[in-house]
């Protein structure tokens, strides 16, 4: 993948609750950040591209913030559309990539409309 840059980290404490803001976090292996509520399962650690947010923004016409997305990482400059399998790499850290979240009803909660793109 390309280099790229980790624009921001949230971190999910509780299920269905604001994703909160942090400076760093701590990856264990097999379960994803510690201290965020999807541990262990298929989504341990989710990521979103700055650009791919800011085209839907704009197709939208919103401007809602990228945690709203309700991703764990926001990075800029990598692709990753069709990375499924591959390795991201952030900081010390490798990630394999499942592949890629669908968007939820509390998508549209955020912004309406984003379900559907």
Request: glycine share 12%; hydrophobic share 40%; proline share 3%.
């Amino acid at each position: 993948m390309n280099e790229g840059k980790l624009q921001a980290i949230w971190i999910k404490r509780v299920r269905r609750q604001p994703m909160d803001p942090a400076d760093s976090a701590q990856l264990v292996a097999g379960r994803g950040i510690v201290g965020n509520s999807d541990q262990g399962g298929l989504r341990q650690v989710t990521v979103i591209e700055q650009a791919v947010w800011d085209e839907l923004m704009s197709r939208l016409g919103a401007s809602a913030s990228s945690s709203e997305r309700r991703a764990n990482l926001l990075v800029n400059g990598i692709d990753l559309a069709n990375s499924g399998g591959r390795i991201l790499r952030v900081g010390e850290c490798r990630i394999r990539i499942a592949g890629e979240t669908r968007p939820c009803d509390r998508m549209d909660e955020a912004v309406p409309g984003l379900n559907k793109i």
